[in-house]
C-alpha cells in the first residue's frame, strides 16, 4: 500500500512539474513596459519614450528615458531635450513639441520635504 501511495505521490510531482514549467514566471524586478507581451510580434510601430526620473539641481538637471540618463541638449531619437524639470521633461522635433512627465504626480516631489 505505502509503495502505491510513494508511486502515485511520484507521478503527481513529475505531473505538476510539467505544468509549472509550461508558463514562464515573470522577473518581478523589471519594469512592466519592458516585459514582451505573450505572444506579441516585432512591432513596427516605435514606441513613445516614457519618462522614469527626473533630478533638477541648479546647473546640472537630468532624467532618465527608456533607462537612459539624458541632460539638457542630448539627443532621443530624432528628438533634442530642451528642458528638465521636476516630473517632466521637454522635446524639441521638427514635428513638434512634446512633453513627457512622469506616470504619478507623487513621483514628482522634491525628496527632501
Known amino acids: 500500500m505505502s509503495s502505491a501511495l510513494l508511486a502515485l505521490a511520484v507521478a503527481l510531482a513529475l505531473g505538476s512539474g510539467r505544468l509549472l514549467a509550461a508558463a514562464p514566471v515573470p522577473d518581478p524586478t523589471r519594469p512592466a513596459i519592458a516585459l514582451p507581451s505573450p505572444g506579441a510580434a516585432a512591432a513596427s510601430v516605435v514606441a513613445a519614450p516614457v519618462l522614469q526620473f527626473t533630478q533638477v539641481a541648479p546647473g546640472r538637471s537630468s532624467a532618465i528615458v527608456d533607462g537612459r540618463r ?10 533634442r531635450v530642451v528642458a528638465i524639470g521636476p516630473g517632466w521633461l521637454r522635446l524639441e522635433s521638427a ?6 512627465r512622469l506616470s504619478h504626480s507623487s513621483l514628482a516631489r522634491p525628496v527632501n520635504r
Open 70 to 79: 539624458v541632460r539638457p541638449g542630448d539627443r532621443i531619437g530624432d528628438a
Open 95 to 100: 514635428a513638434g513639441t512634446t512633453e513627457l
